[in-house]
RNA sequence: GCGCGCGUAGCUCAGUUGGUUAGAGCGCUACCCUGAUAAGGUAGAGGUCCCAAGUUCGAAUCUUGGCGCGCGCACCA
């Protein structure tokens, strides 16, 4: 026997008891368990910062992560869950920073090394439990126990696998690049991290003239004047760049001959006289190459004697300044500044290039030197005194200042820019910086990553060519080093005497090489601190101990390099590195590679989908394994925005933690929301009124079936265990064993009905989940249950209400045995269907419907039961397109009641149809259900109507679509001829033939076919009437004063049952009624109908008299009534 | 600046390869039900489909150009 239900359900309550019970049960473990063997469904886990809170946003993530896992583990594929935890990097550096109270890398050494990566290990865990409670809270299955974390050393030693993979193919280099230093961090970050960092800021402005020089090396009145927004840049100033063939101008202020001679270009002429508000003119005019070779005075003397430039032999002869002197470069434009590019290799990329096109052009050696003024902790050297030991942004104001006094400043204004700052101190502005660092050759599989992506199956289907083909597009060279101390180590040693290097793959081969040293450290530091995690011996500062023999040089050392590298590569190499791969665990890589599925948010786009895509295409992309891989299938979600549609943040309070919305809404009610409320990659707004309405949109509807269904069940003895010795999958062939069970074709046509529709919406919502679309088939979900709620359960009423039992025993009535099978197997198949969406409500429903009744004899989860994929041979289509005229046919009769203000409560005669579309079985079908739309719609009579044409007109429209292919131009035409032709001749014509020919205004003919006309039916105007594109509906709105009578009866009973409510009377409790009326046909009509009365309202005895003082008045329709109501 | 996405009812969003009367939920109004009941149901009102031009017999849908919002990119010296 089922158990009975709260009709107000505590979701929260009740999730918490289902997760439990599945933890206690090991539900997870058992649904792996019944698919072992079959095809996998791969899903890699992109692992969670493990040192943040998780919020709402990653609530989506768990969920559709969690979503499609379980679908197809029910689908009949095995799904191996393993969760991963990202572990190292800047984020954790940081955090234990701020704790320590200490910023600069000088702090951390002071602090030292050792202790400050305990702490990083310590501080990993810290929001462990948070996470893991989210996990199972939100009923995310998923193997916590088995999860890869990538600082343990198994994890550590298959990224030191893949970098010397990559090492050994020349693919990871050691490059001195101009990179985006973190002078406060002291190291350079991805072009992912800069990325994330960018801030609008207003720096200063400055127009600079840079004197050109004369013969004798003395500045003149000319100068060259340059732009740039980092002030801090010039004291490194090497060279000043123009543009060859554009034009340049020298400017004087107009009518003052002996003032100062500015050279622009000239399309920036007129912009600057506008900055200067000064009027200019133009005394010379000159192309850039006349410019190219000039040598000028940069604004400070930093590196530079002043006097005759110094220079030095050419490659081609000759000889040339060495630096501040003009070069031709195709950088330079006119889109803003002044055509004159001020030239600090040390701190820009482009400017760099141009140090280097210099050096070649020199005699080996005797070329420029890199100059640089700036320290790497960002501060200036002591070679630039004004600024020495000062941060280099803060010394711009005064390096103004000084430009001014000199008078060299030629302008000045704020710039609003985006400019970059470190993602995780976001104070900190980044600047561009020389710097040895290792890269990985990306730039050189461009081709092979796009052709990689070219094959992944993104949703939306735009990121791959759209975002993340734009990102591989302009792909550069990894930037792979940090000089930083909690993250994997480059496993790289280098010789000390030779400086070769060569890369190590695990720990056990450092172990073996010849001469190993210092591995000791490590083992002591375990004995002083046997807490010591093992997984730190291949981490800083221990493994830098670890020193060997050189094979380069006798004698000589073999040390690591200091840096460790970007935790990027940690998650994007967890495709193998979550196993061991390839120290250990073959067989889980040869089974788990590539992914089916994965899913992240768009920020992943440069972060973790990138990084799996380079490193998977670097490493296998020769092997033969075919694209795609690492994965297959990537939803990208949207961002999940605050409540006031800005993002998500702590500061604006604009969201709630997600355990404060599963304690007030539950896990169900939010994945419904997520999964059901848009397209997972729309960014969805946080909105907690929306959580809170998608309970009773879906849940709360779902729920009511239920718990109207055990009520009755349970009064009527329906218990299928008893009748059902072999309950199978509780699958329709299954229920077919039962005792008592008809088959569907003997039942009535409700019951029939409702098993096509819910056959067929199995069957969409399989082809639709197959294709990844949860959201479409959670619309098909929604539309069934309520076809339940709405239609089924509403006209199955009576059956459940109607005499007799439903246990299969002498008194058991048939048909109410009937409906009862139907809405259980309904009811179990929408626990099946829904399952993967809303695990914990449906597992609820199935632990009692099924779990109730056959004990041990079905499977005690849903979870561990078959996606039911939708039976063809029980869907009649027939069925459910009349069906759905019925119901069309019912809403309309309501609508054309309003409009006549004609409430349900008033009985009218006659109700009449005029199907649009006149199917001669159709219509019989639907007079054959007269009693069902005379109960709907409170009428005497339903007809379908025998002379149309009294009502309606009927317009011969074509249908566009098949139409306007075959006519094209004359279309128009067309559509007037058919508007102005005989409608019922034309039809007639349609209707013999198949065909009619219409005669085109203007001339011509056109032959239509009966399929490219369409008929629409229109209510005459006058009546009663209501239509829709499958029928008009007219009620007959003339009143006898019999319907009249009883119109006023229901509305006097109404008033009753509200007043019952309002007595907080029993519904089984019986009254006395006394009605005072003055109106003799109110009196009339309640006399007439006074059995009606009494068995509606239960009342024992109707009076007519004085009713009792505090009787109150009511107007019934313009009748004085007064009524006493009392218990009996 | 370049790129991607978005712009549809008061709100949150659907809208399939261009096709006739553009939909849903919530909210609102009215009504119904009172044996699922602090629920449930039905109907109605509510739309310049951001703007403009173009392609087409026909555009919410395709093209181009604007405007607004979000995000991404980065030689902005």
Redesign the pocket.
Known sequence: MFEPVR??PDFPALEASIAAWWRERGTYQQSLERRRGAQRFVFFEGPPTANGMPHPGHCLTRTIKDLYPRYRTMRGQYCERKAGWDTHGLPVEVEVCKELGIHSKAEIEAYGVEPFIHKCQESVWRYMKEWETLTERIGFWIDLSKAYVTYHQSFVESVWWALAELFDKGLLYQGHKIVWWWAQGGTALS??E???G?KEVADPSVFVAFPLLDAAGAPMNRSLVA????PW?LPSNQFAAVKADLDYVVLREAGISEGPEYIVAEPLSAGLAEKLKKEFEIIERFPGSALVGRSYQPPFDTFRTPGRPEAAALVAGGSDAIAWRVVAAD???????T?I????PAF????YTVLVAEQARFAPGKGPTLINAVAPDGTFTDVFGMGSGRFVKECDRDITRDLRARGLLVHQEQ?V??YPFCWRADNDPLIQYPRQSWFIRTSQFREQMLANNARIDWLPE?IKD??FG??LE?N?DWALSRERYWGTPLPIWVCEETGQAEAVRSYADLLAKPGMQGADVFTKAKAANPDLSDDLRVHKPYIDAVTYDSPFAKASRMRRVTEVIDCWFDSGAMPFAQWGWPHQGHAEFDAQFPADFISEA??Q??GWFYSQLAISTLLFGDGGRPYPHPFKTCIVLG?MLGED?Q?MSKSKRNYREPAEIFDKFGADALRWFFLA???PW????Y?E??IK?SI??FL??LW??Y??FL?YARIDGFDPGAVLEEPGMLEHTDLARARGWRPVAARGELDRWMLSELNAVAAAMTVKMDAYDHFGAAHQLSTLV?AV??WF??RS?DRF?AAGKADGGPETNQEKLDAYWTLYETLITIAKLAAPFVPFTTEAIWRNLAGSSFGGKVAESVHLTDFPTGDAALVDHDLVRRMAVVRDVS?LG??AR?AEKL???QPLQKVEVILAEPRADDAAWLISHADLVCDELNVKQFEVCADPDRYITRQV?????KL??KL??D??KARDALAKADAAALLHALTVHGRAEVSLPGGGTAVVDKDDV?V?T?AKPGWAA????RAVVVIAKDLTPELIAEGLV?EVV?VI??Q??ALDLD?TDRIELVFATESADLRTALEQHRHYIESETLAASVHFGTPPAGAEPHDIDGHPLAISITKS
Request: aromatic share 8%.
């Open positions: 009709g107000q072009s992912g800069v990325g994330q960018y732009w740039t927004t980092t840049t950088f330079v434009t006119t889109d803003s500044g055509g590019v001020h030239i600090a820009g990329e482009v400017d710039y820019h985006d735009h759209g975002r734009n990102f302009s550069v768009i920020d786009t440069r961002h549609g993002k409320g848009q397209a729309t960014s969805i707004r909105s009124r929306a309405e009773p949109e709360l509807r009511n079936v718990s109207f009520i309520d709620s709405n359960v509403r009423r209400w809403s309501r609508a309003a409430k349900v409560r429209l074509p249908d566009l679509k306007g292919p094209g131009k279309l128009p369409l629409r229109t209501a239509e829709s594109g229901r109404h049952q509200t019952r409510k519904f």
